[in-house]
């Protein structure tokens, strides 16, 4: 939330009449500026969606009829090819 209070104070300084606002590199430090305040605040969003469900675990998602689960058959190392030596002679 203060990083997202510091950019927008940032863009409001360098959209404004002032000594900043005159800058050589403005227009990139806006754009810097506004993508780092659309990161800010996806990031900020997930860590509220990450916390609200947080503790309601993978229960439901597992005991659910339509999700099955397969068993799954591993084949050994050797058999693959790349698994073979490599020598030079």
Not at 18 to 41: I, Q
Not at 60 to 71: E, F, I, M, N, Y
Request: glycine share 4%; aromatic share 10%.
């Amino acid at each position: 939330m203060g990083e997202m209070a510091y950019l927008i104070s940032r863009i409001m300084i360098l959209e404004g009449d002032g000594f900043y606002s005159r800058t050589m590199l403005k227009d990139e430090m806006l754009l810097f500026a506004s993508v780092a305040l659309s990161l800010a605040t996806l990031a900020c969003l997930n860590a509220m969606l990450c916390t609200f469900n947080f503790n309601k675990g993978l229960k439901p998602l597992l005991h659910r009829s339509t999700w099955k689960q397969t068993p799954h058959e591993f084949e050994p190392v050797h058999a693959h090819r790349y698994a073979e030596r490599i020598e030079l002679d």
